[in-house]
């Protein structure tokens, strides 16, 4: 069926090919191959999220965490996707609560191949003497803002935020 759509191969009919009409599908096609190319809807391509997010959130914690037992903290965090080739993308996470140093953290992560506004993100395991979480997040973009939930759990660490890219 796809072939006889095709301005590239010849019509299925009895209607002998002419040179004006060999130039006329060689034309469409291209026409149609730089349209294709340059629409993200028929590309295939992701959404390009490069850049720095910024946002706060409250951080609930296990009534077992060994630092924060059963609390809820404040906390500011920046999230910086540093690199992104098609659905994958690499990121440097830093938080911090009140005027503390900047913990940094770094991960990984993925858009949803068919969902392709939604993403999950995992962090790299620090050091255990470092009392940090490990943890992923998962979310999606939508209208300019990336909304993730935050799950760590090793030691029950769980959060909403959602993110604005930073001008």
């Known amino acids: 069926m796809l072939r006889a759509f ?4 010849p019509s299925t009919s009895s209607t002998p090919s002419t040179p004006s009409r060999l130039k006329a599908r060689v034309t469409a096609g291209a ?26 959130y409250k951080a609930a914690f296990s009534k077992s965490h060994p630092r924060y037992p059963d609390q809820m903290l404040d906390t500011e965090v920046e999230l910086e996707i540093y690199r992104q080739e098609e659905n994958l993308i690499w990121v440097e996470k830093r938080w911090r609560r009140g005027t503390s140093e900047w913990v940094v953290e770094y991960g990984t992560g993925s ?10 993100i995992v962090e790299e395991s620090p050091p255990p003497q470092d009392w940090i979480n490990t943890g992923f997040l998962i979310g999606e973009y939508d209208d300019g803002e990336l909304h993730l939930v935050y799950a760590g ?7 909403a935020v959602s993110l604005k890219r930073k001008r």
């Open 31 to 56: 026409t149609a191959l730089l349209i294709a190319a340059g629409s993200p809807a028929l590309a295939d391509t992701f959404r390009d999220v490069t850049g720095t997010w910024e946002g706060t």
């Open 153 to 159: 759990p090793g030691d029950g660490v769980s959060y």
């Open 6 to 9: 095709s301005p590239f191969f």
């Open 111 to 120: 858009f949803n191949l068919d969902e392709r506004d939604e993403l999950v």
